[in-house]
């Protein structure tokens, strides 16, 4: 069944009404019929099956049949900080992150990133916030997650550890930690949060980070990890990196099994 | 130091004669002096320090310094059975897959495939042999990894079962078994082996797999099992799944860990 994210004020009672967006999209792309059944979400985390009653253009709404707690999300809040890159590898971190169930994803600036624009056009957010919704619809996801504003390095830092029970870096020189290593040394910590912890992950440019910056990390309590001895481009370690946190964390498993 | 792979027979005692294609790019493009640094390796799994002695267009050579075993393979030989797919998709599994550690690319065609051109033309193998061969280079591995035939569903499961100690396809519809229920039922198998398993790992198009084809799976001890709850696009289950194995294995440890 097609899924939509949908604003909080298309939710009105029973009714659903569709945007004007969604609406073309319904009749012209899709070419669903009144009686059709559809799910729709608003973005906290619940589904609603809708039987759509109209179908015109510029009033498309439906009823809703019944309501759900989608069970596609991650119970762990990770967020990514990401070093600002090349829009199309940022495109696919944002893409791919989403899949894998990512919450929030936070670009930065170091001394290495390829890309150094701290502002972010509102065209952009809006090209990257549709990549989100996109990717969480297809993924069956029951939240989008959040985009925020560009920070430089030390604003990131500082960020992250105010506000995540666990700060990890992804470090292609570190030559001590692996990720279960460094996962078992904060194991009792999230063990006592009982699976709602978040979790923090920094993945570098593809200069890498310079020994100053891994300081700035280690002076803020961020744990460096090494993804093993194959030297991954940043944007397959931005993708695999969250995947192995959570299959370590069991959040990997098949549905009504976490 | 720049890394090259290069056929067998350029190696001869103590010197190395680069192939006319490597020449010019270790002339034009990167350019590199006589007297300077490089590693070649020679696709067993041994790299080779060279200092450049002569880098004339049709004469470039150099002299062995120092030889020794690459750190960068992984011990357990991954078989990679992808469904294929557009070209775009296939060349990104092509190129992160080999960043990871996979071992060898078997791409088949099951019910859904969207790509049924089941002969490899001469350009598309060499094309798609130079993702690998430039993957393998940047990601500092010691072996490019083996590209196979086409095969049909039914000969792919054939081949895998009888050439592997283990394996496993990632099914979104699998209700019981996590990969990690999956790899401990084997895990006895997997320490007898000490680390040099060969395992088989299925990836379906993006319509999935049927049920016949699941069938098909389990009658030959093909292990199917769960990525999570959320939908992961064909491209990054292709990705992630081998990661997921490697770690869950001790395979992505820093150096002299393993």
Redesign the interface.
């Known amino acids: 069944m097609h899924r939509f994210f949908l604003p909080f004020d298309c939710f009105s009672g029973k009714r659903v009404t569709f945007p004007q967006k969604t609406a073309r999209q319904i009749r012209n792309v899709l070419r669903l019929k009144s009686g059709e059944m559809v799910l729709t979400l608003d973005n906290s985390g619940h589904v609603f099956e809708v039987q759509l009653q109209s179908v015109e253009l510029k009033n498309t709404y439906g009823v809703i049949l019944d309501k759900s707690k989608v069970?596609?999300?991650?119970r762990i809040f990770l967020s990514l900080y990401i070093s600002l890159t090349q829009r199309d590898k940022m495109e696919f971190i944002l893409q791919?992150g989403t899949?894998?169930?990512v919450s929030a994803f936070i670009p930065f600036i170091s001394r290495y990133s390829m890309v150094r624009d701290i502002l972010m056009t509102a065209s952009r957010r809006a090209r990257w916030e549709r990549i989100l919704k996109e990717a969480a619809e297809?993924?069956?996801?029951g939240k989008i997650p959040l985009l925020n504003s560009t920070l430089g390095l030390d604003q990131a830092v500082e960020v992250a550890c105010t506000e995540h029970d666990v700060c990890l870096a992804a470090w292609e020189e570190?030559?001590?930690?692996?990720?279960?290593q460094v996962l078992s040394t904060v194991s009792e910590k999230l063990e006592s949060l009982s699976g709602k912890a978040r979790i923090a992950l920094f993945i570098g440019p593809e200069g890498g980070f310079t020994r100053k910056e891994v300081q700035i990390f280690h002076d803020n309590g961020v744990q460096t990890f090494?993804?093993?001895?194959?030297?991954?481009?940043m944007e397959?370690a931005a993708?695999?990196a969250p995947?192995?946190i959570?299959?370590?964390l069991?959040?990997?498993?098949?549905?009504?099994?976490?």
């Open positions: 069970d596609g999300e991650v791919k899949e894998i169930g297809q993924s069956e996801r570190e030559g001590e930690n692996s990720l279960s090494s993804l093993g001895k194959r030297i991954l481009r397959t993708v695999v995947a192995l959570f299959y370590a069991g959040e990997l498993n098949p549905s009504e099994q976490a």
